[in-house]
């Protein structure tokens, strides 16, 4: 099929060119293949360290296949690289939770609250983790 003859192509030269790098790891990661997206946000990483999308999207990668510890490293690089996005905040209060870190989840989503006002899945969320901490 043409589509995986352009994929082989786009793989065959994406170590000469950072584009093809981020367009291949996000066809995997659309397509629910997380390792081998991952292998491509890091090879972005090795390219260009300042590139905060793409430390983004490995940690997303890792949070995908349950990988809390490293998922939170490279969405916390991101995040100290100046990305500030909802999914972002809400990714690094997920990876928090699941290594029982509840109070510096909540952290993350009381500031994502203060930035996206009114927005009822996060304050479910903070409600949920004030549960917990009870």
Same mark, same amino acid.
Do not use: W
């Given at each position: 099929?043409?589509?995986?003859?352009?994929?082989?192509?786009?793989?065959?030269?994406?170590?000469?060119?950072?584009?093809?790098?981020?367009?291949?790891?996000?066809i &995997?990661?659309?397509?629910?293949?997380?390792?081998?997206?991952?292998?491509?946000?890091?090879?972005? +990483?090795k /390219?260009?360290?300042?590139?905060?999308?793409?430390?983004?999207? &490995?940690?997303?990668?890792?949070?995908?296949?349950?990988?809390?510890?490293?998922?939170? =490293?490279?969405?916390?690089?991101?995040?100290?690289?100046?990305? =500030?996005?909802?999914?972002?905040?809400?990714?690094?209060?997920?990876?928090?939770?699941?290594?029982?870190?509840?109070?510096?989840?909540?952290?993350? /989503?009381?500031?994502?609250?203060? +930035?996206?006002?009114?927005?009822?899945?996060?304050?479910e969320t903070?409600?949920?983790?004030?549960? /917990?901490m009870?």
């Amino acid at each position: 099929d043409k589509y995986q003859v352009y994929l082989k192509l786009c793989e065959k030269y994406s170590d000469e060119f950072i584009d093809i790098q981020d367009m291949l790891g996000k066809i &995997y990661y659309g397509q629910n293949d997380y390792k081998k997206a991952g292998k491509y946000f890091l090879n972005m +990483i090795k /390219i260009d360290p300042d590139n905060s999308q793409a430390f983004y999207y &490995y940690g997303m990668s890792c949070l995908k296949q349950n990988q809390f510890l490293l998922s939170l =490293k490279y969405l916390e690089k991101a995040y100290n690289k100046g990305l =500030k996005s909802m999914e972002l905040y809400k990714a690094l209060a997920f990876s928090l939770y699941k290594l029982n870190r509840i109070y510096e989840s909540v952290l993350y /989503i009381e500031e994502a609250i203060s +930035i996206y006002k009114n927005n009822k899945s996060l304050e479910e969320t903070l409600e949920y983790y004030h549960k /917990i901490m009870e």
